[in-house]
């Protein structure tokens, strides 16, 4: 059930304490970037519906395997077809697609049709879906573990490159996947603040009668918020199985996470959601090295259950202030 | 001098930097029926509010018959005897007629998780008196309410009969206060009608006191002991219907400065 | 359709005069016995009878008859399904308490029923050796548990709806988490850890101790001891339904701002509600680990929490006599497609229910029975002239005879049966959307390739495919009937 990062492949004394923190920092960062993807997607769809869509874990579980699937198809890592680069790509771009439909047909055929209907029923019928797809999968291809053995890419270069920081090897690999999860969630914002899709699907989040009286058609942004935030699940998928072997189960208790970390950063804000995610894989990573693996899941939900006591709309959250 | 029944002070309340109610001193003796108008956004809903408890107010005093209320919770001020209805309707819809108005009686009956389960001869009795109760409080309406519509769902009711039903339901609480929040809203010229006796007849059968909020002036002259006008948080006129009708703040509140001169 | 027919026969009792309208007269209601329909035939008086049986009765048949099932059933395996779909349906009536009646939706519910069976399980077994009489501590787990539940319920008073249930849901992943962890708090093992606690003792009574098996075959006495329970709990949560604190859970459940300005006290009446479920749950967790004589933590996994709601939602939420038939009706589903035979008769008695009911009797009905039957033999048959591995796969009995239609290999080749899922997905998507002509085209081969994924595929993985089958009935109810099978229908604003 552990999700754990793996140590990186350099060394590390764990009695260098700054080296040993750095290092935590890189884990939590690198994870933190994948949870912020899943996060993003959350808030995105939360905001458009005022849904929790419980099934966007499982879409990210689907999203690694159709990156798997993807780099298989193209050699497999050890021995690609393609440069490695462009590998890397396709399979990014592989999934994000893969997701972006599944989550088109998801709203389609599961939500859509509840559009209307109490606050419970779309809920339930996302559980439902979460079933299905963690269970399909492995029906499909069994619960064993599928890896990605990015390690094997070209050579291993992708490890040994990189820059070090005080000691400390910072793979390539890793920068790369920090970087492209920065650059998606640039691209996001710019896609929401600046453009006027964006700007529907925000009206569409603060009132979506009214807006659906001005003239925006709510079945095309709610569609492109599903693609968005499925799109974005899928990437944030092929981030986590190159560095962690993937398998069925993976989506609930990631999505889980993903969603503490929207939830955190204030449902329905993306900045919120970037930063929730960061903090809430640091604070895994650093549990997890300072005291143990096993109580980190215990602390992360203890920090969530405290967040929302005290600060329910999160860090960067609007408080719902409704008329009497 | 009749007892004052409800008494507010120097009450005044914000929203970030919105003041919605500004330095209000209001009175309602006991056995009178009130009015408040005043164009939308006055803060008439603000002040129900604040007088039922679910917002505090930042500065002043709320005394109900003495005793100060502020910073009760909202069921405890209910349970002291201000009972209130609400201008957007808000019923138990999923529940039945008859259930809606007994929910209310909660407040004043004391049978607990236990002695429900074990169904006492104290517990029997007291629902007993409750179904009693809430089937008195719905024969006030006549036979609107009555009859095989007590096992209805409230939303099958219509608009008019879900109005009477919220006033059902709020008197089931034995109040002493009344709060009407735009009794007539939405209401043909018939049942306007009604509304007006019926709330003639809330007084003198029912003793209840009766602070009622209303646009139609055609109620509230049928009605009211007095009236207060209220614009952007604050009274600007008070007295018989006939002296704030033709008040000239008043006018001008509601149709704008030129017209109050040709008035 | 039943014919529907207005009373000829009004007595003219009923007939009001007209005079205009009046305060308080209403004439659509005094003329109301005129406008009563029933049920044309003898259907109509079955119905009326069956509508004025009182819940009592129809409640005294339902536990007579699960009381005679083990005389029916010697089977130690049936008697211990049979004890757990009680055990379930006691925890469908908790919850029911809380979301149906409530509408606070608590997804960390399970871990009330973890309490319970652990608090149980360190007091009543070899592990630390104490060994504290049934009678004590039935009760004592159930307070604690409604304690716990008061715990848990606290952060309901500032959050509502979404968020009250990503709190509780994260309870239930903190409850797991210690119970797997427990093995190490501080250096003592209270939990026992991801093994949990496998050496309980039974219950015991005034000495008496209640074994668990006889030569084997589960005792009986445990089954019986919990249909009491689950008696009692029936009984209670009604009354309580019925009474002024129902009522406020109901009304609170409705609109909790009317309901606290009506004179309830919301916030408290939360926490009761939270309490009341938590301490079900507990009993049943109590005698549930007795008769198991063990607790693990993956008995509280959220896949068991989702199993509960959906017993509660396909039986109706708010109503009791719904959750106890949703919850039966789950966990036999459940049970059944554990065991090929039964999972194949099942599948294909829903399939021809289903479309049956779709189509009913008529032109098209046959014509989609035809096709299917033209598609399948047509498709068995190019399959078989291939190689007859292909087709050799069953063995006797139901499969053998309908394999014969379905293409059953004797192997099966991992991409074969991944795309025939992937089709069959997209095949029963499309006939959702299709109607008509169309409809009648894409639905034989999508019929086709259910049985064959049925057979192949799903038959052979029990696991995974109970919960498929469990997410799809879940998707399926909320678009085609979200307030279950006894359900009332509700409506919300906003």
């Known amino acids: 059930m552990s999700d754990r990062p793996t140590p990186s492949?350099?060394?590390?004394?764990?009695?260098?304490?700054?080296?040993?923190?750095?290092?935590?920092?890189?884990?939590?960062?690198?994870?933190?970037?994948?949870?912020?993807?899943?996060?993003?997607?959350?808030?995105?769809?939360?905001?458009?519906?005022?849904?929790?869509?419980?099934?966007?874990?499982?879409?990210?579980?689907?999203?690694?395997?159709?990156?798997?699937?993807?780099?298989?198809?193209?050699?497999?890592?050890?021995?690609?077809?393609?440069?490695?680069w462009l590998l890397l790509v396709l399979v990014t771009l592989a999934a994000m697609a893969g997701c972006a439909v599944l989550g088109v047909v998801i709203e389609r055929f599961a939500y859509r049709p509840l559009r209307n209907a109490p606050r419970i029923a779309p809920l339930i019928s996302a559980l439902g879906v979460s079933f299905f797809l963690s269970n399909s999968m492995q029906l499909e291809f069994g619960a064993q573990q599928f890896n990605y053995a990015s390690y094997n890419l070209s050579g291993g270069a992708l490890y040994f490159h990189g820059f070090d920081l005080d000691h400390v090897h910072i793979p390539l690999l890793r920068i790369?996947?920090?970087?492209?999860?920065?650059?998606?969630?640039?691209?996001?914002?710019?896609?929401?603040?600046?453009?006027?899709?964006?700007?529907?699907?925000?009206?569409?989040?603060?009132?979506?009668?009214?807006?659906?009286?001005?003239?925006?058609?709510?079945?095309?942004?709610?569609?492109?918020?599903?693609?968005?935030?499925?799109a974005l699940a899928g990437a944030a998928g092929v981030m986590f199985a190159l560095r962690v072997p993937t398998f069925a189960a993976v989506g609930f208790t990631t999505g889980l996470k993903g969603f503490t970390a929207a939830v955190i950063g204030g449902i329905g804000s993306i900045p919120g959601a970037m930063v929730g995610g960061i903090l809430l894989g640091c604070a895994e990573s650093y549990t997890a090295g300072y005291w143990t693996t096993a109580w980190s899941d215990l602390v992360v939900f203890s920090i969530l259950i405290a967040f929302m006591i005290f600060r329910p709309q999160g860090l960067f959250g609007r408080v719902d202030i409704r008329k009497v | 001098m009749a007892e004052r029944l409800l008494e507010l002070d120097g009450v005044s309340l914000a929203f970030g930097g919105l003041r919605c109610v500004s330095d209000l001193d209001l009175h309602v003796d006991e056995g009178e029926i009130v009015s408040v108008i005043g164009p939308n956004g006055a803060g008439k809903t603000t002040l129900f509010n604040l007088i039922t408890g679910i917002y505090e107010p930042d500065e002043g005093d709320i005394r109900l018959a003495g005793e100060s209320i502020v910073g009760l919770q909202p069921h405890q001020i209910t349970r002291r005897g201000i009972a209130r209805t609400f201008q957007t309707l808000r019923l138990f819809l999923n529940l039945t007629v008859k259930e809606n108005v007994m929910t209310a009686a909660y407040g004043h009956t004391k049978a607990g998780i236990f002695r429900s389960m074990l169904r006492t001869p104290g517990m029997r009795r007291e629902e007993r008196e409750i179904s009693e109760l809430a089937n008195q409080k719905l024969a006030f309406f006549g036979e609107r309410l009555m009859g095989y519509r007590w096992n209805q769902?409230?939303?099958?009711?219509?608009?008019?009969?879900?109005?009477?039903?919220?006033i059902a339901r709020a008197t089931a609480t034995n109040p002493r206060l009344l709060l009407l929040d735009e009794p007539a809203a939405g209401m043909n010229p018939v049942e306007t009608h009604e509304i007006t006796e019926l709330i003639g007849k809330l007084r003198t059968e029912g003793g209840y006191t009766i602070l009622v909020i209303e646009h139609d002036m055609h109620v509230v002259e049928g009605i009211s002991d007095r009236v207060i006008a209220l614009d952007h948080g604050t009274k600007i006129a008070e007295g018989t219907f006939v002296e704030v009708a033709t008040n000239q703040g008043v006018i001008e509140a509601y149709l704008g400065l030129g017209t109050a001169e040709t008035k | 359709m039943s014919e529907w027919l207005p009373p000829e026969t009004e007595s003219p009792e009923e007939a009001v005069p007209t005079?205009?309208?009046?305060?308080?007269?209403?004439?659509?209601?005094?003329?109301?016995?005129?406008?009563?329909?029933?049920?044309?035939?003898?259907?109509?008086?079955?119905?009326?009878?069956?509508?004025?049986?009182?819940?009592?009765?129809?409640?005294?048949?339902?536990?007579?008859?699960?009381?005679?099932?083990?005389?029916f059933e010697s089977s130690g395996y049936v008697r211990l399904v049979g004890f757990n779909t009680v055990i379930y349906m006691m925890l469908a009536l908790g919850l029911n308490l809380v979301v149906g009646w409530g509408g606070l939706l608590d997804l960390g519910y399970l871990a009330f029923f973890g309490v319970g069976s652990y608090v149980y399980a360190i007091f009543d077994s070899a592990k630390f050796g104490y060994h504290v009489p049934s009678i004590l501590i039935i009760p004592a787990a159930t307070i604690v548990g409604a304690l716990v539940g008061l715990l848990v319920g606290l952060p309901s008073r500032r959050l509502s709806g979404d968020y009250l249930a990503i709190v509780t849901l994260f309870f239930l992943e903190l409850f797991e988490t210690v119970a797997t962890n427990g093995n190490q708090i501080f250096g003592h093992d209270i939990t026992g850890g991801s093994f949990g606690i496998s050496t309980v003792f039974p219950l015991s009574f005034a000495g008496h101790t209640l074994a668990v098996q006889h030569n084997g075959i589960f005792a009986v006495s445990y089954y019986y001891l919990a249909i009491v329970m689950f008696l009692?709990?029936?009984?209670?949560?009604?009354?309580?339904?019925?009474?002024?604190?129902?009522?406020?859970?109901?009304?609170?459940?409705?609109?909790?701002?009317?309901?606290?300005?009506?004179?309830?006290p919301v916030n408290w009446l939360k926490l009761m509600s939270f309490a009341t479920g938590a301490g079900v749950a507990a009993l049943a967790g109590t005698i549930s680990t007795a008769l198991n004589a063990s607790v693990y933590p993956l008995n509280f996994s959220p896949v068991v929490l989702i199993t509960i709601y959906a017993?509660?939602?396909?039986?109706?939420?708010?109503?009791?006599?719904?959750?106890?038939?949703?919850?039966?009706?789950?966990?036999?589903?459940?049970?059944?497609?554990?065991?090929?035979?039964?999972?194949?008769?099942?599948?294909y008695l829903v399939i021809a229910f289903g479309v049956i009911a779709a189509y009913r009797v008529s032109v098209r009905l046959a014509i989609v029975a035809a096709s299917t039957a033209v598609f399948g033999i047509a498709a068995h048959a190019i399959a078989a002239s291939f190689h007859h591995s292909w087709v050799d796969g069953a063995h006797g009995g139901l499969a053998g005879v309908l394999a014969n239609w379905v293409v059953v290999p004797e192997q099966l080749t991992p991409w074969v049966g991944q795309v025939a899922y992937l089709f069959l997905l997209v095949g029963m998507l499309c006939a959702t959307q299709l109607r008509g002509r169309l409809r009648l085209v894409a639905l034989p081969p999508t019929l086709y390739l259910a049985a064959f994924v049925w057979e192949n595929e799903m038959i052979p993985n029990p696991g995974p495919a109970r919960y498929i089958v469990l997410g799809l009935l879940l998707i399926v109810l909320m678009i085609v009937r979200p307030n279950g099978l006894l359900g009332e229908r509700r409506v919300e604003i906003n």
């Open chain 1, 9 to 84: 492949l350099s060394k590390h004394y764990p009695g260098e304490s700054l080296q040993f923190f750095i290092q935590l920092s890189l884990d939590g960062l690198t994870i933190g970037s994948v949870y912020a993807l899943v996060a993003l997607g959350y808030t995105l769809i939360y905001g458009v519906l005022k849904l929790l869509n419980f099934a966007h874990g499982d879409v990210f579980m689907v999203g690694s395997f159709i990156g798997y699937g993807v780099l298989q198809a193209l050699g497999g890592a050890s021995n690609p077809v393609v440069p490695v």
């Open chain 1, 176 to 230: 790369i996947t920090i970087g492209s999860a920065f650059a998606l969630m640039v691209v996001l914002w710019f896609l929401v603040n600046r453009t006027r899709t964006g700007k529907a699907m925000r009206a569409t989040s603060f009132d979506r009668e009214a807006a659906a009286m001005l003239g925006i058609d709510i079945d095309r942004v709610i569609v492109f918020t599903f693609i968005l935030g499925s």
């Open chain 2, 153 to 166: 769902p409230a939303y099958s009711l219509s608009y008019a009969n879900r109005r009477r039903l919220e």
């Open chain 3, 19 to 71: 005079t205009g309208p009046a305060v308080g007269r209403d004439e659509w209601v005094a003329r109301e016995g005129e406008r009563r329909v029933s049920r044309a035939g003898w259907a109509g008086t079955v119905e009326e009878r069956l509508r004025r049986v009182p819940w009592w009765a129809w409640l005294t048949l339902f536990v007579a008859a699960g009381s005679l099932m083990p005389l």
């Open chain 3, 232 to 264: 009692i709990v029936y009984v209670a949560l009604f009354f309580v339904n019925n009474s002024r604190t129902g009522r406020a859970w109901r009304s609170l459940r409705e609109d909790p701002l009317a309901a606290e300005v009506m004179g309830m």
């Open chain 3, 311 to 347: 017993m509660v939602i396909l039986g109706g939420s708010g109503s009791q006599p719904g959750v106890v038939i949703g919850a039966f009706l789950v966990s036999v589903l459940l049970q059944v497609l554990q065991d090929p035979g039964q999972a194949r008769v099942l599948f």
